[in-house]
């Protein structure tokens, strides 16, 4: 098995709050992680697309308050959006008790009603963790361009070929559309939301063009923004937003958007093999969306992330403010022989960036004269998140 980078996070947040909320997309392996937890803490776990399981919570105050000296692991818990004012109660109580934390601990399958319902009744007693798929870091000495072919997703990445791997994935993407996101509430026909995720895919990190997304799907501007907003609650799409300044410049104002996964976007564009990946259209901009991908899994809450664009050509692909107000420049190159282009120079003045970094395919870190440095996506991972 391989170690999720999040494990001692949760630990900690589960020593120290009532309530953790663990979110992240389905299978993605949060009732294996949950798990663990059961395995080191009293516990029991409910989870509630099961009917007998739902039962048992008809009356949560009487129920859970039986089990008050355990860990309650609840699972996919937006199928039940009336418990979280319970779930204020039970904490309540148990404060009084003593008991200040390892209450609960909340799978959810997406961000939307969790945040949305428990905002207010859970505020100051609740931590949020996100859970990504497998990210470079977690995949350090094994192949990290089968990681980027496949994705994080465990089952696709650790699928023995190349083969079982697209069909999991291609399997996942119709169980979505047809099960789960009706499931949350949104009468969207799967077919629709399909094409959607497939033309993001083909514009992985392009900027966010509304009018042309209407016009291919026959649907009206508002209408592509719920979708959007859809996915990205689902967690399933990133939107980056452009950085900003009182620089003086013309900076470009709409947001980039990338599937997050890059299995996903290969397996929505029918790329099977990494021939296959290597000689498409898409091969730049997969890669880029991968490595800011991984990067931005791991920053996490420790630095603000955008890209820089002005109307003049300059580019960053990548700026990263960390939580020592260092600004970080990130360009991704898909390349064994990275150079820094000129409108990434001009940027990096104009934003006046503390470090200037070129991700590229290799392995070795070296300077590139005039303070660039190329570097590898582990070695730039292992910065942020020193082992």
């Excluded at 207010?120 to 798929?133: C, D, V």
Aim: charged fraction near 25%; hydrophobic fraction near 40%; charge should be neutral.
């Amino acid at each position: 098995m391989i170690e999720r980078r999040l494990h001692t996070q949760l630990t900690n947040c589960l020593n120290q709050f009532p309530a953790v909320a663990l979110l992240g997309p389905r299978q993605v392996g949060k009732t294996t992680l949950a798990l663990e937890m059961e395995a080191q803490y009293p516990s029991i776990y409910l989870d509630l697309e099961s009917d007998a399981d739902r039962a048992k919570l008809a009356d949560p105050e009487l129920y859970l308050t039986q089990h008050e000296d355990k860990l309650v692991i609840l699972d996919e818990v937006q199928r039940l959006p009336n418990l979280f004012q319970a779930l204020r109660g039970l904490i309540d109580q148990g404060k009084r008790r003593g008991r200040r934390a390892n209450r609960f601990l909340l799978l959810g399958s997406a961000s939307i009603d969790l945040l949305r319902q428990s905002g207010e009744s859970l505020a100051g007693r609740i931590a949020y963790l996100e859970l990504a798929p497998f990210d470079a870091f977690e995949f350090q000495n094994r192949d990290i361009n089968q990681l980027w072919l496949k994705g994080g997703f465990p089952d696709s990445t650790m699928a023995l070929t190349d083969s079982q791997s697209f069909q999991w994935r291609l399997n996942f993407i119709k169980t979505y559309l047809e099960r789960d996101i009706p499931l949350l509430g949104p009468r969207i026909p799967a077919e629709t939301l399909k094409r959607f995720w497939t033309m993001l895919a083909h514009n992985q990190g392009g900027l966010l063009n509304a009018a042309k997304l209407a016009g291919g799907l026959g649907v009206d501007g508002k209408t592509v923004a719920n979708y959007l907003d859809l996915m990205v609650d689902l967690l399933l799409v990133r939107r980056l937003p452009p950085w900003h300044s009182n620089a003086g410049k013309r900076l470009i104002k709409s947001p980039k958007v990338y599937v997050r996964d890059s299995g996903l976007t290969h397996a929505l564009l029918a790329l099977r093999s990494q021939e296959e990946l290597l000689g498409h259209p898409i091969v730049g901009s997969s890669w880029e969306g991968f490595v800011i991908e991984n990067l931005l899994n791991v920053v996490g809450d420790n630095g603000q992330s955008s890209f820089y664009r002005s109307s003049a050509g300059a580019e960053i692909d990548l700026v990263i403010e960390d939580f020592k107000r260092q600004r970080w420049a990130i360009e991704v190159k898909r390349t064994l022989k990275p150079s820094p282009s000129k409108g990434f120079r001009i940027a990096c003045e104009d934003i006046q960036a503390d470090k200037k970094l070129l991700v590229y395919a290799g392995a070795e870190q070296y300077p590139l004269g005039d303070g660039f440095e190329a570097i590898s996506l582990v070695d730039l991972i292992n910065q942020f998140h020193p082992s």
